[in-house]
């Protein structure tokens, strides 16, 4: 059973940065492909970025020149660097992993990113 723990979240102004930490407790970590997913109030849960084992990156459109996937796996850690922050930025944000892209066996419990107009 891998654990995640995300840290990093918090309230910051339009225009702002923020930077995620997910946390994994298993070392098997390095072989999986790790993900970022949010959900905002009211909608459903989507993707955000993802990481392969050999730092292969995928982006949703929404945020592509704007958030930065990154793992350092002697930390057993990935991270979603965010810039230029906008408001539609605001939701929960979740690590997950799993052996693909498109599979994710497990999740963090989430961080709250708050962005202000």
């Known amino acids: 059973q891998v654990q995640l723990v995300e840290s990093g979240g918090g309230l910051v102004q339009a225009g702002g940065s923020l930077r995620l930490s997910c946390a994994a407790s298993?070392?098997?970590?390095?072989?999986?492909?790790m993900g970022w997913f949010r959900q905002a109030p009211g909608k459903e849960r989507e993707f955000v970025a993802a990481?392969?084992?050999?730092?292969?990156?995928y982006y949703a459109d929404s945020v592509k020149g704007r958030f930065t996937i990154s793992r350092d796996n002697a930390k057993n850690t990935v991270y979603l660097q965010m810039n230029s922050l906008k408001p539609e930025d605001t939701a929960v944000y979740y690590c997950?992993?799993?052996?693909?892209?498109?599979?994710?066996?497990?999740w963090g419990q989430g961080t709250q990113v708050t962005v202000s107009s």
């Open positions: 990481i392969n084992w050999s730092s292969n990156t």
């Open positions: 997950a992993a799993g052996p693909h892209f498109d599979e994710y066996n497990f």
């Open positions: 298993e070392r098997s970590f390095s072989t999986s492909t």
